[in-house]
């Protein structure tokens, strides 16, 4: 499976984005969908999962009732919408498919996409 992210940019405080995650090989509609990302000097931090079939979705206590996380396997396609971004969502943000046999709070990966930048300023 192969990933690439886009939709990054600089927005201010307050404001939204949506993160679009193109997947493209086999297997894409069996894997659990997750957004991860890795703010200024400080290591990767998981920010949102979606379960294969689109059910059931898993957010980071930080993100949680701000960003969104959906997919479309028609399209082979997995989105992050932000809202209401503070300063400290800046991150670089990579889509990645979840190693199979996850579980909550213990995730692991299989396939990571090129990270997209988000700023956002004060």
């Known amino acids: 499976v192969q990933l690439q992210a886009s939709g990054g940019g600089l927005v201010q405080a307050g404001g939204s984005l949506r993160l679009s995650c193109a997947a493209s090989?086999?297997?894409?509609?069996?894997?659990?969908m997750a957004w991860v990302r890795q703010p200024p000097g400080k290591e990767r931090e998981f920010v949102a999962a979606?379960?294969?079939?689109?059910?059931?979705?898993y957010y980071a206590d930080s993100v949680k009732d701000r960003f969104t996380i959906s997919r479309d396997n028609s399209r082979q396609m997995v989105y992050l919408q932000m809202g209401s971004l503070k300063p400290e969502d800046t991150a670089v943000y990579y889509c990645?498919?979840?190693?199979?046999?996850?579980?909550?709070?213990?995730?692991?990966?299989?396939?990571w996409g090129q990270g997209t930048q988000v700023t956002v300023s004060s």
């Open positions: 090989g086999r297997g894409f509609r069996h894997y659990t």
């Open positions: 990645a498919a979840v190693k199979p046999g996850w579980a909550v709070g213990r995730w692991e990966y299989d396939y």
């Open positions: 979606i379960h294969w079939s689109g059910d059931n979705t």
